[in-house]
């Protein structure tokens, strides 16, 4: 049961970031299918970036990276965004490398690849998205690509924890961070639930990247409500056969003295009478027909034969 509902709540998660990602696919869609962004690429045109990226467009649009390139994949208009400090800031150095920006576009751009997903930085991991830059009417050909990134840092981790009243984590697969346990998960065993503590349990879900490698472990942690309630279950059970077992033992006694002791108490103390008596004359009380009649029928034929 623990295992089943970790399954769920782990989807719920996964389906949370995925979310994330739609939105900043969305994003990426509205810029990219404008003929703004269409010209800016042919003409590379400065007042495009200024007026329609300028630094509130980023909090607006919860993004921290906006990239865009024409069909050689050069890059013709670039820009990032801190989020936590509210300012404009470098690059990653990750996209000022042509080649890792090549690999990264035909990806994201092929006919039958994922346009958005998450992309392992360096430092961090990051959601992306990629979308054909078209005019306003999304007809024709593109002329290049537009790409957004949003840094899945712990302001994100939080809002996705916040929405779905999970306790959330997200570490790369090879990192000191995550736990040992999993850091066995695979493509064959991608998902893992594992028991913190009496309290608490963790599920563990591998997460790949936009190039289908294992990139991040998704950590979900739950109260072991399930667990709780078994050993609660458990216990009362428990108690329940105590009082069950204590009364059949009481029941058992009482029927055991009136239908055995008692019985054979008086069929002792009619023997003790009669010895003490000397009267062979004398016989047994006899009732019912069980073992103890008999007995005290057997006294009486042998008082009978010895009288």
């Known amino acids: 049961l623990e295992q089943q509902t970790m399954h769920t709540e782990m989807d719920r998660a996964q389906n949370a970031l995925t979310g994330a990602i739609v939105k900043l696919d969305n994003s990426a869609a509205g810029y990219a299918t404008w003929?703004?962004?269409?010209?800016?690429?042919?003409?590379?045109?400065?007042?495009?970036?200024?007026?329609?990226?300028?630094?509130?467009?980023?909090?607006?649009?919860?993004?921290?990276?906006?990239?865009?390139?024409?069909?050689?994949?050069?890059?013709v208009g670039q820009k990032a965004f801190d989020l936590n400090q509210q300012q404009a800031t470098a690059v990653p150095v990750y996209f000022s490398q042509a080649q890792n920006l090549q690999n990264l576009l035909h990806a994201l751009t092929g006919p039958n690849n994922p346009t958005n997903g998450l992309l392992l930085l360096p430092d961090r991991p990051m959601l992306i998205a990629a979308r054909p830059i078209l005019p306003s009417n999304g007809q024709g050909a593109s002329n290049g690509t537009l790409l957004m990134g949003r840094f899945l840092d712990t302001i994100l981790i939080q809002e996705l924890a916040d929405v779905t009243h999970l306790t959330l984590a997200v570490t790369a697969v090879q990192s000191s961070q995550t736990p040992a346990v999993a850091r066995s998960?695979?493509?064959?065993?991608?998902?893992?639930?594992?028991?913190?503590?009496?309290?608490?349990?963790?599920?563990?879900?591998?997460?790949?990247?936009v190039f289908g490698q294992p990139a991040l472990v998704l950590e979900v942690t739950t109260p072991r409500s399930v667990y709780q309630q078994g050993v609660l279950t458990l216990n009362y059970v428990s108690l329940a056969l105590i009082i069950i077992l204590l009364v059949c033992f009481i029941v058992a006694v009482a029927v055991l003295e009136r239908l055995v002791i008692a019985r054979v108490t008086r069929l002792d103390a009619q023997?003790?009478?009669?010895?003490?008596?000397?009267?062979?004359?004398?016989?047994?009380?006899?009732?019912?027909?069980?073992?103890?009649?008999?007995?005290?029928?057997?006294?009486?034929?042998?008082l009978a034969e010895i009288d």
């Open 35 to 75: 003929d703004d962004t269409f010209a800016f690429v042919a003409d590379h045109n400065t007042r495009y970036m200024a007026s329609n990226l300028a630094d509130p467009s980023f909090p607006a649009e919860n993004i921290n990276l906006v990239i865009i390139a024409d069909q050689s994949g050069h890059v």
């Open 185 to 209: 998960l695979s493509l064959v065993q991608p998902e893992i639930t594992s028991p913190l503590n009496a309290q608490s349990i963790a599920g563990y879900r591998l997460l790949n990247d």
């Open 271 to 302: 023997v003790q009478a009669i010895g003490s008596s000397g009267d062979l004359a004398l016989r047994m009380n006899v009732q019912g027909n069980d073992e103890l009649a008999r007995l005290a029928q057997s006294i009486n034929s042998m």
